[in-house]
């Protein structure tokens, strides 16, 4: 496909999740001409790295799934310099990714509203297990203890 015609191909997404929902969803608009710039945690990068067969290239086949097409860079978001570098990069994107617990962000400063008052455009998409807000908000959570939650 010829990049410059794909739909998306004005749409910067900062992607900050781990493992495979998120990430996916990164995949999907980095398919369609996004400029996804993946966040990893410095030292270990993304757990997806390591799950499953090993590829020739040390990754593993689910890390070059959902890492297509998408530009990589380590940032401490913890680390007051990281958050810090990583608000420069939302003034000039379009899209953030996450799947962390709710509230984490907020205790590091990274919450919607701080990043919305950096750009008053900017979208994020929030995956968590049980959502952003209610009695299991706080609770870990995978596909299958979804899909086990709701009875498939």
């Not at 997404?13 to 998120?22: R, Y």
């Not at 969803?25 to 980095?30: D, P, V």
């Not at 398919?31 to 270990?44: L, R, T």
Request: glycine share 10%; with cysteine; hydrophobic share 40%.
């Amino acid at each position: 496909m010829d990049k410059s015609a794909a739909p998306l191909d004005d749409i910067r997404v900062l992607d900050i999740a781990t493992f495979v929902a998120a990430p996916f969803a990164g995949a999907c608009l980095a398919e369609f001409g996004a400029d996804v710039i993946k966040i990893e945690k410095p030292g270990v990068g993304d757990s997806l790295r390591q799950l499953g067969t090993e590829s020739d290239t040390g990754d593993s086949y689910w890390w070059l799934n959902d890492a297509r097409n998408k530009r990589c860079i380590t940032l401490d978001l913890k680390h007051p310099r990281g958050a810090e570098m990583f608000k420069r990069l939302v003034a000039d994107s379009d899209v953030v990714l996450e799947n962390f617990r709710p509230g984490t962000l907020e205790r590091w400063g990274l919450g919607f509203e701080t990043l919305r008052g950096i750009n008053p455009g900017l979208v994020m998409l929030r995956v968590s297990a049980y959502g952003q807000q209610g009695p299991k908000s706080h609770l870990p959570g995978f596909a299958r203890i979804a899909q086990a939650y709701a009875g498939l």
